[in-house]
């Protein structure tokens, strides 16, 4: 990979003060390590048989049959030229001069925090050569741990910079990273110290949509430093205040305490005001994952009842989650399932299908959560029940409780407990149906040191599936960053078994902000909602979710200051909220084209999925950066430009083109062209 910034890197290391590279005074002395301190297949036509003929000898010559040969296949090539170039400012290190190499870096342990070990090395990068971060932040144990644990937090590499870097009010204060890591599990995060002397903190999204896991690829990373919520010192508010001073690469504990690698980075640029212009190709290339045709068949929502089953699976939704209550099935040991039949036999009609909870408990087996072999046991023989009355029905899965991790569902949680209650409910499900899928317990939260604990036990072994409900009120695509070291932590405990997101929405209450978006019946909430419950859906395409769950259908009430009323793709009484909406309109993208899966070539913070049919294309964008807009520039042959609401969007047109600029607030566009 060719560095995008090495054509100026030497001009600005050995001047910093050039035009075009940043200005800047005299300096000051960095944050070190007494000073640090820190807030914590295509589808292919089918032939057809020839047929017909007589089976006798012809009295007369017969002219033979030419048949013509088939049409060639024409494969599209792909153009590897760049879609988008960073505009940088001023090239702070490239680790291969003097002035900016490796050794005037400075390794700082984080000893607010004892116990992170590390050290900082010199290696090759993207080209020329990089500098290695190496972390150990487990206390020596070469294992996944909970991250709130005594050991260390972070350790950093610290760069004071030869000279100041001027950053005018004006500007829009970047820094640019090529950065990767090939254990793909650390939690890089970024340090600058500003004119007042201030230190901001942030987060490097090292994974994303397009690299959610361990790879050896260099990812370019830019993260915008004009305001942070981790700061202090100097002006103490958080505002980015030029020029820049130093800055620091660390490597830090997330959800999971990972075991020991490195973060190697290359190339640490200013960008003043990035150029975030992207053009949108029809041939760009392709991630290297295999996808399947299509989401329909793993995209669901959660019902009550039977009602709306048409407007659902007409919006691409042909999965629903269901409670399957084991207090009303069993009575004194006699199961009777009539109360859920219906909703069984409606499905069937339509090919849809239903994830059934088994939940919650039962006042003949402990009243609660099953906690005695016993009450396991008949737990266990609920599911072997259902599976025995639903096999030769479309059943998607059978999910082991709801939430053990919460105490409103389990009543002091037991990780160990859960598990041995999931291990006998396994056995039980799949003596009655060997084919059935046994998920766990969707974990609210995405709470690692449950599932850590669970782990331990060694008793999931025959599920097929981890359920996880991870609900927050951040950007739905910062979920990407924690799915890889799940991943791995299953995989360490020798398990092969899929992660589905059985429970996830957004409440146009509470999870957004009300001084912005009013109260949950706002329509400027509504669509707000509409907007992260669509990119929740395309960040589980991405991610090649096997299930992902929309909580919830309906609204479950009609106040509109209850978080709990506001989660639905349709309100209390059955209309359309923006989110069925925005359903309706990437169903309506992707209906008779196939899923090929996302482009890797694109600027931080926006993604672009592709659909294929016959002789056009689909795209889907979307920009997760709320700070910057991304101009995207499109193809002559563009057919349609459709917002996520359905409206149809008008390009600005020039004298070079046709183009769309883009922000997150205005949520997905969906764009087809001509191949």
């Given at each position: 990979m060719v560095s995008k910034y090495r054509l100026i890197a030497l001009a600005c290391i050995a001047s910093i003060v050039l035009a075009g590279c940043?200005?800047?005074?005299?300096?000051?002395?960095?944050?070190?390590?007494?000073?640090?301190?820190?807030?914590?297949?295509?589808?292919?036509?089918?032939?057809?048989?020839?047929?017909?003929g007589s089976t006798s000898t012809p009295t007369t010559p017969t002219t033979p049959v030419v048949v013509a040969p088939p049409p060639a296949v024409v494969t599209d090539a792909v153009d590897t030229s760049p879609s988008w170039a960073p505009a940088v400012s001023?090239?702070?290190?490239?680790?291969?001069?003097?002035?900016?190499?490796?050794?005037?870096?400075?390794?700082y342990p984080g000893s607010e925090f004892p116990g992170a070990n590390g050290s900082l090395y010199e290696v090759a990068g993207v080209s020329g050569k990089g500098a290695a971060l190496q972390y150990d932040l487990g206390c020596g144990t070469p294992t996944f741990r909970p991250s709130n644990d005594s050991c260390g937090r972070y350790v950093a590499a610290n760069f004071r910079l030869p000279a100041n870097?001027?950053?005018?009010?004006?500007?829009?204060?970047?820094?640019?990273?090529?950065?990767?890591?090939?254990?793909?599990?650390?939690?890089?995060?970024?340090?600058?110290?500003?004119?007042?002397?201030?230190?901001?903190?942030?987060?490097?999204?090292?994974?994303t949509l397009e690299h959610s896991g361990a790879a050896a690829g260099w990812r370019s990373v830019q993260i915008p430093v004009g305001k942070s919520t981790t700061y202090w010192g100097g002006d103490n508010n958080g505002v980015f205040r030029g020029p820049l001073k130093s800055v620091s690469i660390m490597a830090s504990s997330t959800l999971i305490a990972t075991p020991p690698g490195t973060i190697e980075v290359d190339n640490v640029a200013l960008l003043k005001t990035p150029d975030n212009t992207f053009e949108l190709k029809s041939n760009a290339p392709l991630s290297s994952i295999a996808f399947p045709s299509t989401y329909v068949g793993r995209l669901g929502a959660g019902v009550r009842t039977t009602a709306q089953l048409d407007k659902l699976k007409a919006a691409g939704i042909t999965v629903v989650r269901k409670d399957l209550r084991w207090d009303g099935v069993e009575s004194k040991g006699v199961f009777n399932f009539a109360r859920y039949d219906e909703l069984v036999t409606e499905l069937d009609k339509r090919s849809m299908s239903v994830l059934w909870i088994l939940d919650y408990g039962h006042p003949d087996h402990g009243g609660s959560a099953p906690r005695s072999d016993a009450d396991q046991s008949a737990y266990a023989e609920l599911g072997r029940q259902a599976a025995l009355r639903y096999k030769s029905h479309n059943v998607a899965g059978y999910e082991v409780w709801n939430e053990p991790n919460m105490d409103l569902r389990w009543p002091s949680p037991d990780p160990v407990l859960f598990a041995n209650l999931v291990n006998k409910t396994v056995r039980a499900i799949h003596l009655a149906d060997p084919k059935a899928k046994v998920v766990s317990g969707g974990l609210a939260n995405m709470d690692t040191a449950f599932l850590m604990s669970m782990l331990n036990t060694g008793k999931l072994t025959g599920l097929n599936a981890i359920g996880i409900h991870p609900y927050r009120k951040t950007a739905p695509e910062t979920y990407a960053s924690e799915i890889g070291p799940i991943q791995q932590l299953i995989a360490s405990k020798g398990l092969s078994v899929e992660l589905w997101d059985t429970e996830w929405?957004?409440?146009?209450?509470?999870?957004?902000?009300?001084?912005?978006?009013?109260?949950?019946?706002?329509?400027?909430?509504?669509?707000?909602?509409?907007?992260?419950?669509?990119r929740k859906v395309l960040t589980q395409l991405a991610l090649n979710a096997?299930?992902?769950?929309?909580?919830?259908?309906?609204?479950?009430?009609?106040?509109?200051?209850?978080?709990?009323?506001?989660?639905?793709?349709?309100?209390?009484d059955g209309s359309d909220k923006p989110g069925m909406i925005a359903m309706r309109t990437l169903y309506s993208a992707q209906k008779g084209r196939v899923f090929k899966g996302f482009l890797p070539d694109v600027p931080p913070g926006l993604h672009v999925l592709r659909w294929d049919g016959t002789t056009d294309r689909a795209f889907a964008l979307w920009t997760d950066t709320n700070d910057r807009k991304v101009t995207v520039e499109l193809p002559s042959t563009i057919k349609t430009l459709t917002r996520w609401d359905g409206t149809v969007v008008q390009p600005t047109v020039t004298s070079t083109g046709r183009s769309v600029v883009m922000s997150e607030a205005d949520g997905p566009l969906f764009v087809t062209i001509t191949k």
């Open positions: 940043g200005g800047g005074g005299g300096s000051t002395p960095p944050a070190t390590s007494g000073g640090n301190a820190v807030p914590e297949a295509v589808p292919t036509t089918p032939t057809t048989p020839v047929s017909g001023a090239m702070i290190s490239t680790f291969d001069t003097d002035a900016d190499k490796t050794s005037n870096w400075l390794f870097l001027a950053v005018a009010s004006t500007d829009q204060p970047t820094i640019a990273v090529d950065i990767r890591n090939l254990q793909g599990v650390a939690a890089p995060s970024l340090r600058v110290v500003d004119g007042s002397g201030q230190t901001l903190q942030f987060p490097m999204q090292i994974r929405g957004y409440s146009s209450f509470e999870d957004i902000d009300a001084s912005v978006y009013g109260n949950g019946h706002d329509p400027r909430a509504r669509r707000r909602q509409g907007n992260l419950v669509l096997p299930i992902t769950i929309i909580f919830d259908l309906f609204d479950s009430g009609t106040n509109p200051k209850e978080r709990e009323h506001n989660f639905g793709l349709l309100t209390n």
